[in-house]
């Protein structure tokens, strides 16, 4: 496993040491003890969650104000861009974002720490995204940054406007979202 930092110290790309031949591959796709080692960072994940999404779906920027998540997030079947942007008041990193290409075929894994607003748009036909969370889902406590805040300027890789849910459509301006200290 080698860990990659990204320009935000704290989001990390994890990539994993694939074993393959013609019979196929295999991977460890989670090793706690590894994880800590390299990220310095000894985390309990207490729910995985699954989802499968067509082209031009955008998930995000989602967080949580209480119960706040860590993720380590990863694609199983095509292909995603995904977008984590940093929502602490009180970072050097404050409102800038870092994204990453997440696939089947690359095999990434990105960890998403505390405190930061996720999302990401598939730009495979379809893609089946996992992540394990270090909190349990809390609706009561989820919110929603909008995807395409000026102030966050992200370059998203989509013609035209992305497939959202009814949630999503409501994401707040960075500036009048509940953030972290």
């Not at 207490?46 to 694609?75: A, E």
Request: proline content about 6%; aromatic content about 12%.
């Amino acid at each position: 496993m080698k860990v990659i930092p990204t320009a935000i110290p704290d989001v990390l790309i994890i990539e994993p040491k694939v074993f393959g031949d013609e019979r196929g591959f295999f991977f460890e796709s989670y090793n706690r003890r590894q994880f800590a080692e390299l990220t310095g960072r000894d985390v309990d994940f207490v729910q995985d969650n699954h989802s499968r999404s067509v082209k031009n779906v955008l998930r995000g920027l989602h967080y949580q104000i209480r119960q706040p998540q860590g993720k380590l997030v990863r694609v199983v079947q095509g292909t995603v861009f995904d977008v984590v942007v940093d929502i602490r008041r009180s970072s050097p990193t404050f409102g800038q974002h870092v994204t990453e290409e997440l696939s089947a075929e690359n095999k990434r894994t990105l960890w998403v720490p505390e405190g930061f607003a996720h999302g990401f748009v598939v730009v495979s036909d379809t893609a089946e995204f996992l992540y394990k969370t270090t909190d349990y889902w809390a609706p009561e406590f989820e919110r929603c940054i909008a995807w395409n805040d000026p102030a966050i300027n992200i370059e998203w890789p989509i013609q035209g406007d992305p497939a959202l849910s009814a949630k999503d459509q409501q994401g707040k301006l960075l500036a009048e979202a509940e953030l972290f200290a």
